[in-house]
């Protein structure tokens, strides 16, 4: 069964950093692609980052672009999104979302992650406080 399991989130003050983890189960992290995906109050779902370990891609939405970093530690399933430089826009409730490269041509691991609908797996979310 694929689980993903969020942690990190806090209550941070303007300028400073966290770091989520998404800790996968029941699939390796060569096999699909890890996106994380964030929701504002009153505001639509947006992508924040992907990151496929089959081809070492990495892609960021332009409002994060900069200052967040998506990497992953193969030995422990687990991917991280270290936030730095963190403003009131950047909180969310933080999700992470895998979905099965298998399904997919090398080109669109990542290339359309914000767009796709075919995740096989979401986490429960993580909640991300940027406030003084």
């Known amino acids: 069964q694929l689980q993903l399991v969020e942690s990190g989130g806090g209550l941070v003050q303007p300028g400073g950093s966290l770091r989520l983890s998404c800790e996968a189960s029941?699939?390796?992290?060569?096999?699909?692609?890890i996106a994380w995906f964030r929701q504002a109050p009153g505001k639509n779902r947006e992508g924040v980052s992907c990151i496929s370990r089959s081809d070492d891609t990495t892609v960021y939405s332009d409002a994060v672009k900069g200052r967040f970093t998506v990497f992953a530690d193969n030995a422990k399933n687990t991917v991280y999104l270290q936030m730095n430089s963190l403003q009131p826009e950047d909180t969310a409730v933080y999700y992470c979302?895998?979905?099965?490269?298998?399904?997919?041509?090398?080109?669109?691991?990542?290339?359309?992650?914000?767009?796709?609908?075919?995740?096989?797996?979401w986490g429960q979310g993580t909640r991300v406080t940027v406030s003084s």
């Open positions: 029941g699939f390796t992290l060569d096999q699909y692609a």
């Open positions: 979302a895998a979905r099965n490269q298998a399904d997919l041509i090398p080109y669109f691991y990542c290339s359309d992650y914000a767009e796709a609908n075919d995740y096989a797996a």
